[in-house]
């Protein structure tokens, strides 16, 4: 068997997905900041539609050069989308998996996640964001945008390159210190990455900061370790799963 597979149809089909997973999240963010589609729009010149065609069609030409990336290095690290891989060029299909446990997992990353919120507060400190949390319907919408833009910019590109970088010391060969390495930065990229979101609907402070990247670094460490074992197909379900947990469930219930 190749040892370098090609992965351009997988990259295609994850940009494809990250278009209409990116356009699918904006009335989850419009519940967030009602006015930003209007501004963007002014600035732009544009129609509002037009304006959200145009970012969604940017991310996923972005994604898809970051998942064709970042699987060219991860392959042969092991670090690959074996399902997507076995429908799209007739490979044989991963030995290797359990869906109910990825399922399970993100279930739990949810839980774990409310309850360190209930323990510890909301990432954010202003009060007036929990008046404008966004709808079960729109969590539901957005959710499909962990599992493919984030997995794809978190897990495929920043894992398997940092993964790679790492593999450099061991002369290309996958050690089991350079993958834990690899998730645990993968991850803290990941709490990092929801930042610039959280200054827009609040202020910064140290506590905020250590909430929100304490959160998302968690999750991001159960999905690195799925993405190793078990490939990229349990770690978007795991990220699926997770959000519905957070944006769905737990709003409904509240």
């Not at 002014?42 to 069609?57: H, K």
């Not at 495929?156 to 593999?167: E, N, Q, R």
């Not at 402070?205 to 990229?232: D, E, M, N």
Request: hydrophobic share 60%; proline share 7%; net charge positive.
């Amino acid at each position: 068997m190749n040892r370098f597979p090609p992965q351009l149809r997988i990259a295609l089909l994850l940009g494809a997905a990250a278009v209409l997973a990116t356009a699918a999240l904006f009335p989850y963010l419009l519940a967030l900041k009602p006015g930003a589609l209007t501004l963007a729009a002014a600035a732009y010149g544009l129609p509002p539609a037009a304006v959200i065609a145009l970012q969604s069609l940017q991310s996923g030409v972005i994604y898809f050069l970051l998942a064709w990336a970042g699987l060219k290095l991860g392959a042969p690290l092991g670090l690959e989308a074996g399902w997507l891989g076995a429908w799209l060029y007739g490979r044989p299909r991963p030995h290797a998996s359990n869906w109910l446990l990825a399922a399970l997992l993100g279930a739990l990353c949810a839980g774990a996640i409310l309850g360190a919120i209930a323990l510890f507060g909301t990432p954010l400190d202003r009060p007036a964001v929990a008046a404008r949390d966004p709808a079960p319907w729109r969590g539901l919408l957005a959710s499909p945008y962990g599992a493919i833009v984030e997995e794809t910019g978190l897990r495929v590109f920043a894992m398997g390159c940092i993964a790679w970088l790492l593999a450099r010391i061991t002369a290309g060969v996958p050690r089991t210190w350079t993958m834990l390495a690899a998730i645990v930065l993968a991850a803290l990229l990941f709490g990092v990455g929801h930042l610039p979101l959280a200054a827009q609907l609040g202020p910064l402070t140290v506590a905020v900061i250590a909430r929100v990247v304490s959160y998302k670094a968690f999750a991001g460490l159960v999905f690195g370790a799925l993405y190793w074992k078990r490939g990229l197909e349990h770690a978007m379900l795991a990220h699926f799963c997770a959000d519905l947990g957070l944006h769905v469930v737990a709003p409904a219930i509240t």
